[in-house]
Nanobody, 124 residues
Framework: VHVVESGGGSVQAGGSLRLSCAASGSIYSINVMAWFRQAPGKEREAVSYHSTSDEAIYYAESVKGRFTISRDNAKNTAYLQMNNLKPEDTAVYYC??????????????????WGQGTQVTVSS
């Protein structure tokens, strides 16, 4: 399975960006797609999660109400719509995929496939 992110960039605080994550290869093994981010000097943190099997969606508290995850199964693509961006959202954003993460969607070790990351920079 190959996972590729796109859509990063630089915006001012209050702006919006939409990230895309396209999966290819043995996609039948993919049920879960999620977004993580890693800021300089910080650990990678889970941002949002989507499971196709039960339509479960989760968000980190820091992005609730501002970010929206969605999936287009026909295109094998996940999206992260990010609104009202803040400087603290600045990070490299990674897409991750797996068949299942159990009850531990926040743990990066639960995911089998990762994209290369896309930079999001929010200026004040």
């Amino acid at each position: 399975v190959h996972v590729v992110e796109s859509g990063g960039g630089s915006v001012q605080a209050g702006g919006s960006l939409r990230l895309s994550c396209a999966a290819s290869g043995s996609i039948y093994s993919i049920n879960v797609m999620a977004w993580f981010r890693q800021a300089p000097g910080k650990e990678r943190e889970a941002v949002s999660y989507h499971s196709t099997s039960d339509e479960a969606i989760y968000y980190a508290e820091s992005v609730k109400g501002r970010f929206t995850i969605s999936r287009d199964n026909a295109k094998n693509t996940a999206y992260l719509q990010m609104n009202n961006l803040k400087p603290e959202d600045t990070a490299v954003y990674y897409c991750a995929a797996a068949f299942s993460t159990g009850n531990n969607w926040r743990y990066s070790s639960r995911y089998d496939y990762w994209g290369q990351g896309t930079q999001v920079t929010v200026s004040s």
